[in-house]
């Protein structure tokens, strides 16, 4: 799905467990992946396969479902039915299943004994344990406006996610789905919870909502959200702040 | 954590003044505004670690009985600022919505000049909004501000539904229309539905006796569910500061969309140079 994924085990050598993960991951790109025309993703999308289909997989099932309810807990805001995808239907569940395959690949790892990991799925990660000298890990934010640098640095011990949403590298890719207009107000919206699916569509939320998406934010028990304003303002909350180092 | 370490940190943005800055919300079709200084946030002087109650309790008293400072109080104010007084009343609405309370337009009597909502579990005040207007006509003003806040016309029809005969009021979002609440016929006025970033709204607003009796929301975005928890949970404290680019020690990167073409590219130039350098055939 056109992203990379870094994998830091702390404690393992099993090469076998990081093949695992990496055929995982594979899996999940053959089969989500929007960019290949026979995915059964662009087949949803085209219409050649419906949702109740006795061949959709549970996993599709699961994160249509999931995709469903964010649909209506985001206002509409994060609809993967209304955005262009690159096989050219208006469907694209890229932005919740990359963090919904890491969410998965972090369980698979609980399930082999190892607690202490770090994902990192094309800037969304996701924390186990504590780091390789058991301290809490390190987090940082990159900086909208300095890709080398960053803008905050934040830690945790897991399990824990933290994702980011913003203009990066790749300009202003992201649309507010309700009226089709790139995001403006903010640089980037950074979410910090439990599980990284969520904290992943939330992050895209916040970033579409703007400050104000904080408030939004706040009734999701768990969460907890910072943003940086085009003109490089960071707004935090106190509970946000309470993950920050610098 | 180390909060001290930055003394710019821990500047508390009041989560009213936040709602107020909202500009006027743009209509669907067109692009979202840029930001401009004067939509940025406001940092308020005090009250950085108030718990939730006592931050309500002070926005209530702030604006109990007069007008708030900082609010809408110069004459025509309400005018010129038409959005603030909107967003009020959608925070005011909001409340009444998800959280069930009693909406208490506080003096129906006309000798006040405030509404006040209520949390009724509690008892604690939970907006006040004072206008110059007497009770009736503030209730009034609030409701059409809310239902026309997009709209820069700032007209709204305003049918009266019990009169079937049919005239039709027309309410603007100024005061000076609805400032003539001895004459307002008995029946339930529906306001026209609006769009903001979050969804429609409408409302509608019963009179009796010349005054407002009741404010019904007709629909408002996602009443019933997350909005609840949202009014339900402490707002939070928004706490803003100037970022500046920094290195740190870190064991990843939150934010690095790299183009992933390139990303890989020059990772595999890398791997290559590595096995060359290593004697190992790439």
Redesign the interface.
């Known amino acids: 799905m056109g992203t990379t994924v870094s994998i830091d085990i702390v404690d393992s050598h099993d090469r076998s467990l990081i093949d695992e993960l990496v055929a995982w991951f594979h899996e999940v790109d053959a089969v989500f992946s929007p960019y290949k025309e026979c995915s059964p993703i662009s087949r949803l999308g085209r219409g050649e396969l419906a949702p109740t289909d006795a061949g959709i997989s549970d996993d599709i099932r699961e994160v249509l479902q999931r995709c469903s309810e964010l649909a209506e807990d985001t206002q509409g805001v994060f609809d993967v039915w209304s955005l262009p995808s690159p096989n050219g239907t208006r469907f694209d569940p890229c932005g919740y299943v990359k963090g919904w395959s890491v969410q998965r690949a972090a369980r698979l790892l609980h399930a082999c004994g190892l607690a202490d990991f770090c994902l990192n799925a094309g800037g969304d990660v996701m924390l186990g344990g504590r780091d390789h000298g058991d301290k809490p890990w390190r987090v940082g934010i990159r900086h909208p406006a300095d890709p080398m640098g960053l803008a905050m640095v934040v830690q945790g011990t897991g399990p824990l996610a933290v994702a980011t949403s913003g203009t990066y590298e790749r300009g202003a890719h992201i649309v507010d789905p309700r009226h089709g207009q790139p995001i403006t107000e903010l640089a980037s919206a950074t979410v910090i919870g439990p599980d990284l699916a969520d904290a992943d569509a939330f992050a895209t939320t916040l970033y579409v909502m703007g400050t104000e998406g904080l408030y939004w934010l706040a009734g999701h028990p768990g969460y907890c959200g910072a943003v940086i304003t085009s003109d490089g303002q960071l707004i935090a909350t106190e509970e946000f702040n309470t993950y920050r180092v610098s | 954590?180390?909060?001290s370490?930055?003394p710019n940190?821990r500047q508390p943005?009041d989560?009213l003044l936040?709602?107020r800055r909202?500009a006027p919300a743009t209509p669907?079709?067109?692009?979202?505004?840029?930001?401009t200084p004067a939509a940025?946030?406001r940092v308020a002087a005090a009250g950085a670690?108030a718990d939730a109650d006592a931050r309500l309790a002070a926005l209530a008293a702030r604006g109990n009985g007069k007008p708030a400072a900082g609010a809408a109080t110069k004459p025509g104010g309400r005018r010129t600022k038409p959005a603030r007084a909107a967003k009020l009343a959608a925070l005011a609405l909001s409340a009444v919505t998800t959280l069930g309370l009693a909406g208490l337009f506080a003096g129906q009597d006309g000798n006040t000049d405030s509404i006040q909502l209520t949390n009724s579990a509690t008892g604690v005040p939970l907006i006040t909004i004072a206008t110059t207007a007497t009770t009736a006509t503030t209730a009034a003003t609030a409701t059409t501000s809310t239902t026309t806040a997009t709209t820069t016309a700032a007209a709204s029809a305003v049918s009266p539904g019990a009169n079937a005969a049919g005239s039709t009021t027309v309410a603007t979002a100024a005061p000076t229309v609805a400032a003539a609440p001895a004459g307002v016929i008995e029946g339930t006025y529906v306001g026209a539905s609006d769009s903001n970033?979050?969804?429609v709204v409408q409302v509608q607003v019963v009179y009796s006796g010349g005054q407002v009796s009741d404010v019904q929301i007709l629909q408002y975005?996602?009443a019933d569910?997350?909005?609840v928890?949202?009014n339900?949970?402490?707002?939070?404290?928004?706490?803003?500061?100037?970022?500046?680019?920094?290195?740190?020690?870190?064991?990843?990167?939150?934010?690095?969309?790299?183009?992933?073409n390139s990303?890989?590219i020059s990772l595999q130039s890398a791997i290559d140079a590595a096995k060359t350098a290593s004697g190992i055939s790439a």
């Open positions: 954590m180390n909060t370490r930055n940190r943005i989560p936040q709602q909202q669907r079709s067109a692009p979202l505004p840029p930001p940025r946030p670690s970033r979050w969804g975005p996602n569910n997350k909005s928890r949202i339900q949970v402490a707002l939070p404290t928004l706490i803003s500061e100037a970022i500046s680019s920094q290195t740190a020690a870190v064991s990843t990167v939150s934010g690095a969309t790299y183009t992933s990303y890989k």
